[in-house]
């Protein structure tokens, strides 16, 4: 992603030399510019940082960033009002999602600028010099003029089928008018386009019934809702039942498959994966009662016991170890292949060994397997605070996906019970450790562009557990089953999942004892109340 600066009253392009050419001299300006291979498609960002004179931030509150321009043919142009996200409106900054069609040409632009809109108007013009790299490999998007809300709107109305051809019969004279206009007087005034932006609204109008359909909810559907389960070869973590997997499929939950590699110490080199038996068994489980497992996460161990704090995994040999790892990461990677699993996580909580200095040895692990398995998404399960950390941060520019445990710690004094959901929501703004998970996840996404996965979450059921990952008077003898505490606590991580624009899905911590949400002797005829909410919230389509 680009960046682009302005400075309002001092950067300014030069005067056009040329009128019948017009093309714009960068020479001796502030140059501000972006590059772009043809034929991207809305891979291109561009993020933009507005200043006033005396350097202090421009305030966006309350506006809208539209991009104009005129492709390099000095035909077709774009005028795009949608693809501008705001990023820190009172600090100036927003980002700017090109179009695929704003690199349909090879070249340079004729002309390119960010227009800032408040109320309507237009508060300022931002030039730049957009070029258009050539693409002699591949070829084949046509140039066309790219108007919003038009296009979005129109496409829109095409999906509606054949109950909305009657709409449909006003717009191509609409088309045509529009055309004729770009052609003889080049882009919309501002007032233009709200008038175009106006009949295209009451159209939508017209059909506000088949439209709320499209996104009736008003939420995001998370695509990964999954449960974590765990296999070893001993069964030192529990063993999965067939009705345990069964109560998965009821609830509408997918599946995070958790197995174990084997060390004899926190130095040990030499990393042993499992015979696999016990995977495979919980994998034909699956099959069976058509249980999506979208994330395949191993773990490091000793003794086969997920207890062991990989934290504190800090080999003697770091580069055998890392050439161990990435063996069995590739036996994984075949294992998802196999098996439909769309992500990888290829570490857990390995703080030392996801340092800056080991990049090297993640590189070759990452592109032997992107090699041979291209699509398949990859992950690391970070500690919270450890996907912010410099030191740390250079493995995720290399995965597709940001994925952090989080267990903040919901109460800080004392509970009552009658208080409401949002209570527990505003702990993943201040919780107990003294961060903000939220914007700890929200500043790294925005900064490498990639979408966050909560890869651990929940908690031992039972109040304490809301205090602590294991309450100190948790007695494993007798367990816990207070499920009510999950169920508050999942619907506080579903309302902030709703809030955060960035995370695109979740782990729920665990299918066993003791983080269970559900007893296993009870068949699919009855639900615990957490599963209950976590059923409700995926029918509703609420997350």
Known sequence: MQSLTYVIGNDKRNLVDDIQNFKIDFEDSNLNWVQARQYEDGMRQVFVTIKNEDSTPFDLTGCNYWFEGI????????????????????????RFDMPKQAFAVAGSYVQAFFRIVRDGNSVTTLEFDLEVLADKVISGLVPSDYITPFEDLYAQLQKMGTDTQTMLQPLPKQISDLESKITQDGLFTQAEADAFKQTMQDDVAKMDAQIETLNQNGYRVLPYKMVSVTTDPVGVNGTISENQIEHLATIGASLALVDMVNIQSATDANPTKSDGHEMQRVIDLCTKYNVPIQMLKPHLSINWSDNFYRANYNPTDVISAMKNWGSILMSY?????????????????????????????????????????????LTAAYMGFEIVDPEHKDLLQKLDIIGLNVYPGYI????????????????????VAGYNIAALIDQVCDELQKPALITETGCIP????????VPSDYDSSKGANDYEVTAYLMKAMFRFM??????????????NKPFSFFDDSNNTDNLSIAEQVFKSYIERKLI
Not at 412 to 418: G, T
């Open 71 to 94: 492709l390099p043919d000095g035909v077709h142009k774009i005028l795009d009002a949608k693809h501008g996200v705001a990023i820190d409106p009172v600090n100036g900054q927003f």
């Open 333 to 377: 990677a075949d294992i998802c292949n196999s098996n439909n699993i769309s992500i990888l996580c290829i570490e857990c909580e390995q703080y030392i060994l996801t340092q800056n200095k080991y990049l090297d040895s993640w590189t070759d692990i990452i592109n032997q397997i992107r090699q041979k398995y291209p699509n398949l998404k």
């Open 412 to 431: 800080i004094d004392s509970y009552d019970e009658s208080f409401p959901v949002s209570y527990l929501v505003q702990a993943f703004y201040n919780t």
């Open 462 to 469: 039972t109040m304490e557990g809301l205090t602590a990952l």
């Open 498 to 511: 709703q809030e955060n624009r960035n995370i695109i899905g979740f782990a729920w911590w665990h299918l």
